[in-house]
């Protein structure tokens, strides 16, 4: 790849934080390897919201600046459309087409987008395992990331290795498998972490328990009502390890004292108001 263009330069301006100094030693780095002449392979690990998606971002817009497409795999389909959302966002002053493939696209939808990457019209896509279809085809792929790769399946891991053989390849992961880690290790592949968390990052707080509701609800509360649902957004993460008992039905998740209903997508989205969570 080529040297930064002055567009490179004015969208990385337009970064509305401040980067830490592991954040753009990562960046330089991923930008030293796209323009050297062997193929990049590099692991970017950190904690959640440190940073990664940003190096990804501004990896991508180099490779698009030398005509170059970018392919974006996700594990999950909330996750692609988060992606979604922040490249569009980002890259939304400048000539780029991000697209997004997933059950959430309409069957027309998608068919437009394939016929975007198959005639070079799409710069970006983002997707789940749907873009590993025999029925994509890239015009000219330039750069494959690839979000938590240790989530993907065997099958999936073989059409990834295709597409990683004569691409430049950058994957994030906050908790990389050992040998992904060893790999990056004994320098089979390059490896940044980021450990400084940005300004005001405030650590995640993790419990493993019993399911208990009113605990639930009163974590709920507690970070929601000192500032209010209509300026803050939280995410409870549940998954049951093991259970003897039946399988919860949607209402027996429902949480007492609040309307979750029709709230989740909302979120993701950023467009629910306070009515999604307000009380009974």
């Not at 002055?6 to 991923?30: G, K, L, R, S, V």
């Not at 940044?192 to 709920?220: G, H, K």
Request: glycine content about 6%.
């Amino acid at each position: 790849f080529s040297p930064d263009t002055i567009w490179q330069t004015e969208f990385e301006e337009q970064f509305p934080y401040t980067e830490t100094d592991d954040q753009m030693t990562a960046i330089e780095d991923t930008k030293k390897d796209m323009e050297s002449k062997k193929i990049m392979d590099r692991l970017i690990c950190g904690d959640v919201g440190y940073g990664k998606t940003e190096v990804a971002i501004r990896a991508a817009f180099k490779a698009i600046q030398d005509g170059k497409q970018v392919a974006f795999l996700v594990p999950t389909t909330i996750l692609a459309q988060q992606h979604y959302n922040t490249f569009t966002q980002r890259m939304k002053d400048f000539p780029v087409t991000v697209e997004l493939m997933s059950r959430f696209r309409t069957p027309a939808q998608q068919k437009q987008a394939i016929a975007g990457l198959k005639s070079g019209h799409v710069d970006i896509v983002i997707g789940t395992h749907r873009i590993l279809s025999k029925d994509i085809i890239f015009k000219d792929l330039g750069l494959l990331i690839i979000d938590e790769e240790q989530r993907f399946g065997v099958g999936h891991k073989e059409k990834i290795k295709q597409l990683k053989s004569n691409v430049d390849v950058l994957s994030l992961s906050a908790t990389p498998i050992p040998r992904t880690l060893h790999m990056s290790l004994i320098g089979i592949r390059d490896m940044s972490v980021l450990e400084e968390p940005p300004v005001d990052r405030l650590p995640i707080q993790t419990y493993v328990m019993e399911f208990n509701e009113e605990m639930i609800r009163e974590a709920i509360k507690g970070v929601i009502e000192p500032v209010g649902c209509r300026d803050f957004c939280t995410a409870i993460y549940c998954k049951m390890i093991t259970s003897k008992k039946k399988k919860k039905s949607k209402e027996d998740w429902q949480m007492k004292g609040y309307d979750t209903s029709n709230g989740y997508m909302g979120y993701v989205e950023g467009k629910a108001h306070s009515s999604s969570m307000a009380r009974k």
